[in-house]
């Protein structure tokens, strides 16, 4: 058990011990199989060799799952897309379909040798034509918002004043019509937040009348979607029954478009697709959902011609296009992801991991200790490092996934919890036994916050910490975890932007159901493929696979957890089914 140190201002979470009970009629779990891994061993490097014989030893992957790449550099960490598309992407599709493996194999390991970047081609003129267009949009999108802006305001001056701030936060960055479109969101949503909050200060009469006025205004600018949300949030006391009628017609075309939404997102690399997830968006969502999607769009196309991880690109391996294409929703993402939508599904990823590390020798004892601890169950400390952010904005939303995380885990396992919610770090002295960690943001620079117990699983939410796994002057955490003993961790091998990490409240509940291998966990739980985050460890390496120590019943009963179920056919027992879990 973990010291308690008052200088470290921390929080300490402990759950009382005791059994945790297997359900009758559950299955150990649709794990990952052997026969379903493919390992990928560069033929010009010998370390690739011996380390991938190693594993299929260890493991027990066929022969014939082993694929020898001819044509790559002997050990360099990026190459071009062009060396990607003929000698690592077409050569592995073609060696799968000679071996009649394209339906059998699940998931595609790489190991020394294989680089980890692919270098993007540049921007072509398509992009950049429709890049000025997108920025035509947004000027337009500006001058409505700041229409909107002043009805808002107009409406708002009619009712008793109110306590809500006023002062947006800076846009984040850009060219000029980016921050201004940045800038008009924000004072729309405190604009809208004010006129809401001042209506709802009204009587009731009064109310209904001033909402009255306000509902145009809404499914103008913020759409059904916009609007059925505002009223879920703040009540539907201000809604006379006159207006109930219209607000369950939105409601139902936001029910019957929102799976044309969601395929149009997983299909966006395709121009026309996305002009129809515009028009889509201005349907749904009004003006300030057209405007963030030419936001997200413009940061979308900006980035395509850019590096992405090899790791990531190879989970498209079998999409049309070839992959490359960069910034791909992942159509298996457990928050998108619905029965539905997976029947009609086509393009459908390979879960992808790697065999690497610092040395021949540290990667051979991650599959020893993976296979050793498998075996036994992984016992220790769950560790979440978050900063003592509160605020509205996205770093703020993911220091509140930590903080929700933590509380999860103490509430529905026999784990022991330390939750640290300052900007300082853990320190190593104060926190034995690490099982699961996640924390952030130490940038480029490892810090020896826990003291990692063999076997354990650990990622550390930065942008550059997988950009070398072979080089000894480079401080980024995922080399370092993997020398320490880590067996499975993350990393990007470039900017990722905070929304690509896997959500804490996703990852780690499902990897402690111990019905999953940590590659399941991260294909269900990363929001995007062909970008540029990459997983490291044994892909078939389940720590909690005989020692379950998260409550089946009670993870079932979100919604959300069971899509993992069913994607793997695990059976389901009846379970009252509550809200998902903040995420």
Request: charged share 15%; aromatic share 10%; proline share 9%.
């Given at each position: 058990m973990p010291q308690i140190s008052s200088g470290l201002r921390r929080i300490f979470l402990t759950f009382a011990a005791g059994g945790i009970g297997l359900m009758a009629g559950i299955s150990s779990a649709a794990s990952l199989t052997p026969q379903q891994v493919a390992v990928i061993i560069n033929g010009n490097n010998p370390n690739s060799w011996s380390i991938a014989r190693f594993y299929a030893r260890e493991r027990h992957i066929p022969k014939m799952n082993l694929i020898v790449l001819s044509g790559l550099p002997h050990d360099?960490?990026?190459?071009?897309?062009?060396?990607?598309?003929?000698?690592?992407?077409?050569?592995?599709?073609?060696?799968?379909?000679?071996?009649?493996?394209?339906?059998?194999?699940?998931?595609?390991?790489?190991?020394?040798?294989?680089?980890?970047?692919?270098?993007?081609?540049?921007?072509?003129?398509?992009?950049?034509?429709?890049?000025?267009q997108i920025q035509q949009g947004l000027q337009s999108q500006v001058r409505q918002l700041t229409l909107g802006i002043a009805q808002l305001n107009a409406l708002a001056a009619t009712s008793p004043a109110s306590t809500l701030g006023t002062k947006p936060a800076p846009p984040v960055g850009g060219p000029p019509v980016t921050q201004a479109a940045q800038l008009a969101l924000q004072h729309f949503g405190q604009a809208l937040n004010n006129a809401v909050h001042r209506v709802g200060l009204l009587g009731p009469i009064r109310r209904q009348a001033a909402?009255?006025?306000?509902?145009?205004?809404?499914?103008?600018?913020?759409?059904?979607?916009?609007?059925?949300?505002?009223?879920?949030?703040h009540g539907s006391g201000a809604v006379a029954q006159k207006d109930h009628q219209t607000l369950a017609a939105m409601k139902k075309d936001v029910q019957k478009d929102m799976p044309a939404f969601i395929r149009l997102s997983q299909l966006r690399y395709l121009e026309k697709n996305r002009l129809k997830?515009?028009?889509?968006?201005?349907?749904?969502?009004?003006?300030?959902?057209?405007?963030?999607?030419?936001?997200?769009?413009?940061?979308?196309?900006?980035?395509?011609?850019?590096?992405?991880?090899?790791?990531?690109?190879?989970?498209?391996?079998?999409?049309?296009?070839?992959?490359?294409?960069?910034?791909?929703?992942?159509?298996?993402?457990?928050?998108?992801?619905?029965?539905?939508?997976?029947?009609?599904?086509t393009r459908i990823p390979l879960m992808v991991s790697r065999l690497d590390g610092t040395s021949p020798q540290m990667v051979r004892n991650m599959i020893l200790t993976s296979v050793r601890v498998q075996k036994t169950g992984l016992r220790g400390v769950a560790y979440f490092d978050a900063r003592g952010l509160h605020g509205q904005d996205p770093y703020s939303q993911y220091d509140r996934l930590l903080r929700h995380t933590a509380l999860f885990i103490l509430q529905n396992t026999s784990m022991p919890v330390a939750l640290q919610d300052t900007p300082a770090f853990f320190q190593s002295?104060?926190?034995?036994?690490?099982?699961?960690?996640?924390?952030?943001?130490?940038?480029?620079?490892?810090?020896?916050?826990?003291?990692?117990?063999?076997?354990?699983?650990?990622?550390?939410?930065?942008?550059?910490?997988?950009?070398?796994?072979?080089?000894?002057?480079?401080?980024?955490?995922?080399?370092?975890?993997?020398?320490?003993?880590?067996?499975?961790?993350?990393?990007?091998?470039?900017?990722?932007?905070?929304?690509?990490?896997?959500?804490?409240?996703?990852?780690?509940?499902?990897?402690?159901?111990?019905?999953f291998t940590q590659a399941q966990v991260y294909y269900l739980t990363c929001p995007l493929v062909d970008?540029?985050?990459?997983?490291?460890?044994?892909?078939?390496?389940?720590?909690?696979?005989?020692?379950?120590?998260?409550?089946?019943?009670?993870?079932?009963?979100?919604?959300?957890?069971?899509?993992?179920?069913?994607?793997?056919?695990?059976?389901?027992?009846?379970?009252?089914?509550?809200?998902?879990?903040?995420?």
């Open positions: 360099a960490t990026q190459i071009p897309v062009d060396l990607y598309d003929i000698h690592v992407s077409a050569a592995i599709r073609r060696i799968l379909r000679e071996r009649h493996l394209k339906k059998t194999i699940r998931c595609l390991v790489t190991t020394w040798g294989i680089p980890l970047r692919v270098a993007g081609m540049g921007t072509s003129p398509q992009i950049t034509l429709e890049l000025q909402f009255a006025k306000l509902l145009p205004i809404l499914a103008r600018y913020i759409g059904p979607g916009g609007v059925s949300q505002t009223i879920h949030i997830l515009r028009e889509l968006q201005l349907k749904l969502f009004g003006v300030v959902g057209l405007t963030r999607q030419l936001l997200s769009d413009s940061i979308y196309l900006q980035q395509k011609p850019n590096s992405t991880a090899l790791d990531s690109d190879l989970m498209t391996l079998w999409y049309q296009p070839d992959a490359a294409m960069g910034m791909e929703s992942n159509p298996m993402y457990m928050p998108t992801w619905t029965r539905r939508l997976g029947r009609r599904q002295k104060n926190c034995p036994d690490e099982a699961i960690y996640c924390g952030w943001y130490s940038l480029e620079h490892y810090l020896p916050s826990c003291q990692w117990l063999p076997g354990s699983v650990a990622f550390h939410v930065a942008s550059f910490e997988l950009l070398s796994l072979h080089n000894p002057n480079y401080g980024g955490w995922c080399p370092h975890l993997l020398k320490h003993g880590v067996c499975g961790t993350l990393g990007a091998v470039a900017e990722p932007y905070l929304t690509a990490f896997p959500p804490p409240n996703l990852f780690f509940p499902l990897l402690l159901s111990g019905r970008w540029r985050i990459a997983y490291v460890g044994d892909p078939l390496y389940n720590p909690f696979e005989h020692h379950h120590v998260m409550r089946l019943r009670r993870l079932l009963k979100y919604p959300i957890f069971r899509r993992a179920f069913e994607e793997f056919k695990i059976p389901i027992p009846k379970v009252a089914t509550v809200k998902a879990p903040a995420h």
